[in-house]
């Protein structure tokens, strides 16, 4: 079982002072053992996070790149300029992203390569809308884009680098959260595709995080599911006693309690 990683993507949201006081308040508790857990600022706030949690263990990514190191990209951030700020992490394909901007399979992917390519980690995230799942074309859209995402990596560079979030659309900023059982069976779907592509052994290894309306009342449940290695989470980390909460109930799944 790979070990859990609880992250909290911050959005457009919190302003420095708070994001200075989130952290501190992160290095005051502690990153708890057996769990990988951190924080996604706007760029605007990468470094001061990166400075204030240094040392700690907490990991701190940015939430998009422009896959390109430097050029005329007005308003953009590079792979390269997150790369100098700290970061360890970047998000990719993000369903905001997909659907707010736009961005293609194709587009995800030149993401997801350059921040491999700068030594990064990277946290690709796939899911089905309302319209697509009640057609149901859950898996379809889901396992395509898992393939548009990996295909041709290889085993080390998935199991070392690559986390995938599993965020079905309709679940996201709504309140509704999907049942564990609705989760698990994608999350199995997911990891069977990864089995098949890249055999049993780099799949199990891989993190795959549920993400959608994780509140601390139901991260618990949904940690009990055997393919559900963590959650990738909006609303509910934009506060600190929250979020840490989410990284308690992680660190717990860990121990095999819920299990
Ligand atoms: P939510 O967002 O937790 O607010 O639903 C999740 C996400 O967008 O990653």
């Known amino acids: 079982m790979p070990q859990p990683f609880l992250a909290g993507n911050w959005k457009m949201h919190l302003s420095g002072a708070e994001v200075d006081a989130f ?14 857990a951190g924080v996604f600022p706007g760029f605007l706030h990468l470094e001061r996070a990166v400075a204030a949690l240094e040392g700690t263990g907490w990991v701190v990514g940015a939430q998009t790149c422009r896959p390109e190191s430097h050029g ?3 308003g953009e951030v590079s792979i390269t300029q997150i790369q100098d700020a700290g970061a360890s992490h970047v998000i990719v394909g993000h369903s905001e992203r997909r659907h707010v901007f736009g961005e293609t399979d194709a587009q995800v992917r030149q ?7 700068h030594g990064l980690s990277v946290v690709l995230c796939v899911g089905e809308t309302l319209d697509e799942r009640q057609a149901g074309r859950t898996g379809q859209v889901v396992l395509g884009q898992l393939d548009a995402g990996t ?20 679940a996201i900023g709504t309140g509704q959260v999907a049942t564990p059982a609705q989760a698990q069976e994608v999350h199995a779907d997911i990891r069977a595709r990864l089995a098949a592509t ?10 795959i995080q549920y993400g959608g309306s994780v ?13 559900v290695n963590g959650a990738l989470v909006g609303g ?12 308690a109930a992680g660190a717990v799944s860990r121990s095999g309690v819920n299990r």
């Open 23 to 36: 952290c501190a308040a992160l290095r005051d508790a502690g990153l708890p053992d057996g769990v990988t």
């Open 72 to 74: 005329a990209f007005t």
């Open 111 to 117: 993401r997801l390569d350059a921040v491999l390519a």
């Open 151 to 170: 295909a041709g990596l290889s085993g080390a560079e998935l199991v070392e680098r690559v986390t995938v979030a599993y965020e079905p659309v309709w």
């Open 198 to 207: 890249f055999g049993n052994d780099v799949a199990q290894q891989i993190v």
């Open 215 to 227: 509140k601390p009342g139901n991260v618990a449940e949904l940690l009990t599911c055997p393919d």
């Open 236 to 247: 509910a980390s934009l506060q600190s006693d929250s979020f840490l909460a989410l990284v």
